[in-house]
């Protein structure tokens, strides 16, 4: 079977950009983090793509679980950094918290 | 075409599309259950790219983990009973932004040709499994303990953040 690295390089291209996309446009804190784990997926996807073209090595793969258990970290303590502020401000529009102080 | 192209060509659609929905779609929690397909669809990539243990992985901790966590972000951050929308900024921004980086990205990539070298010799162990086990106990066992570290740390400042006590000042 001939996996076709150079079509998954290109999806995993797309989605990066659709995640770039989110990140700028949306309105919302969530939907930020939805599109963060969006880049995440198509380093991922990158990463298990070039592993193919070394045969027999998986040091690819090994990355890619490092980095699942990084975006585990982050999106757990962005979320939990959303509630808060969503407590303090009343509001997840990332635009309308611009202070600090009490 | 084999079947296993057309899987291939399949989930990547199936990926490309949920995700462009995911750019487009207005309701949070349509988001992430748009998020939930394109991780699923990516998991079948996974799987077709002899990358097992990454694909079960992927839906255990993707999309039964982040994204119930997310969906709880979502109920708890929903005030009122009508669904919550999301309005868009910066469009023109970030359409062009996006469409710089997917042409730079593609145009990269059409000066490299990425082929196999032997379509033969690749991946025909049995279990990939048992070798990657192995290898978090051997060669990467001090990423391995720095990760357990780290989702520790996380976890608890997760916790710490997220509690509601206040205290005396």
């Given at each position: 079977m001939m996996f076709p690295v150079d079509h998954a390089l290109i999806i995993a291209a797309f989605l990066f950009s659709i995640g770039l996309l989110i990140v700028i446009t949306k309105r919302n804190t969530i939907l930020v983090l939805l599109g963060i784990e969006l880049l995440l997926n198509a380093s991922n996807l990158n990463l298990v793509a070039f592993n193919q073209l070394r045969p027999g090595t998986l040091d690819g793969q090994m990355f890619v679980l490092f980095v699942i258990i990084v975006a585990v970290c982050e999106a757990a303590v962005g979320l939990a950094i959303v509630l808060q502020v969503y407590q303090y401000?009343?509001?997840?529009?990332?635009?309308?918290?611009?202070e600090i102080k009490e | 075409m084999k079947l296993v192209d057309f899987l291939f060509y399949f989930f990547g659609t199936l990926a490309v599309s949920s995700a462009l929905m995911l750019a487009i779609v207005r309701h949070v929690f349509y988001g992430a259950l748009l998020l939930i397909v394109c991780l699923l669809a990516l998991a079948g990539i996974y799987v077709l790219a002899f990358a097992e243990f990454v694909a079960i992985t992927q839906i255990l901790i993707y999309a039964g983990g982040i994204l119930v966590v997310i969906i709880f972000g979502i109920m708890l951050t929903t005030r009122s009973e009508k669904p919550l929308l999301v309005e868009h900024t910066n469009v023109f921004a970030g359409v062009f932004v996006a469409l710089a980086s997917f042409g730079g990205l593609v145009f990269l990539l059409n000066n490299e040709s990425f082929r196999l070298a032997d379509p033969f010799s690749g991946s025909t162990t049995l279990s990939h499994v048992n070798t990657i086990g192995v290898s978090l106990m051997t060669t990467y066992m001090l990423p391995f303990e720095v990760s357990g570290i780290l989702l520790l740390m996380a976890l608890v400042g997760a916790a710490v953040i997220a509690s509601t006590i206040k205290r005396k000042a």
């Open positions: 401000f009343q509001t997840s529009i990332p635009d309308s918290v611009s | -």
